[in-house]
């Protein structure tokens, strides 16, 4: 079967009203991604982050009328119409290409992010089995990247975590490969609980090692180990929350920051942690250290 793609260059403000008013037009997916394809695996809390410059991705039934799509559009947006290209693409073709453009990736020492179809690289190695769909891309971005290097870097024999925003689960299913009892998943979006459910059970993770809740829901008990993979204005108003979730001596990584936000983010955590060192990346960072001992 094939599809006919619209791309527009839109600014996140206007996703939103876009991707209703193309669903409207008939789309059958809408997906967003930024100009360097990078993926968000852990967003917000029941939101869809956005990069500054994003490019969104309309598929439509192979029959669809070009010009009167764009006439309609065009007209729904008040005569204003963002850049666009249209595309026709061969189901088979578009698929496989993406699919071999996604390849395994490292991080850290032991851990590495398999595709689903593809063979582990190292067979003996930590190998977390993903199948992120077109909406993900075809690489990793660089705040779950540090997370997952932090992960790996981390003794997490027998401990337990919590993944708070948990999106895909892959912080906490990456956790538990690597040696962690427990996990706890949070998110606000039911959608990204089951994906996190599905994504456990591809990699054989046992129900009972991976609890998933909705925030109202759950458990109140601190575990030694917190991820959040959000963004910088949640994690500062969540301070207070994030740092009863972790018991004294414990650890905790922060990241979805950018690096002009480090010292808020620092303000915010200091009063309950010894903070390590910032670690940055193509302009995110990653926040991380241990609970004071005393209460």
């Not at 595709?115 to 089995?129: K, T």
């Not at 009892?181 to 090692?209: C, F, H, K, V, Y």
């Not at 009863?244 to 936000?261: K, N, T």
């Amino acid at each position: 079967m094939s599809w006919l793609q619209l791309r527009l260059a839109i600014s996140p403000d206007q996703a939103s009203d876009l991707e209703d008013r193309l669903l409207e037009l008939g789309a059958v997916s809408v997906t967003f991604m930024d100009a360097e394809d990078q993926p968000i695996f852990e967003p917000d809390l029941g939101t869809t982050p956005l990069w500054s410059n994003t490019h969104l991705l309309a598929l439509f039934e192979a029959n669809t009328d070009p010009d009167a799509l764009i006439s309609h559009l065009t007209l729904l947006c008040g005569g204003q119409l963002p850049d666009y290209s249209l595309e026709q693409l061969e189901d088979q073709d578009w698929e496989r290409s993406w699919m071999d453009n996604f390849q395994p990736m490292r991080f850290g020492q032991r851990l590495w992010i398999v595709p689903s179809w593809h063979q582990a690289p190292e067979p003996e190695a930590v190998n977390l089995l993903l199948d992120p769909g077109l909406a993900f891309g075809t690489g990793t971005h660089p705040t779950t990247a540090l997370c997952l290097e932090w992960l790996d870097s981390e003794p997490l024999t027998g401990k337990t975590l919590i993944d708070f925003g948990c999106g895909s689960g892959i912080l906490a299913i990456a956790a538990l490969l690597l040696g962690a009892g427990q996990a706890i998943g949070t998110d606000i979006d039911p959608q990204a609980l089951e994906a996190s459910r599905d994504n456990a059970q591809r990699n054989g993770i046992a129900d009972q090692r991976f609890s998933l809740y909705l925030p109202e829901a759950m458990p109140s008990q601190p575990a030694e180990v917190l991820v959040a993979n959000i963004l910088a204005g949640p994690l500062v108003s969540l301070a207070p929350q994030l740092a009863s979730l972790v018991l004294p001596g414990g650890r905790i990584a922060l990241s979805g920051i950018l690096a002009e936000q480090t010292d808020e983010i620092l303000a915010a955590y200091r009063p309950w942690f010894n903070l390590d060192p910032v670690t940055e990346r193509d302009g995110w960072i990653r926040v991380s250290g241990a609970r004071h001992l005393a209460a």
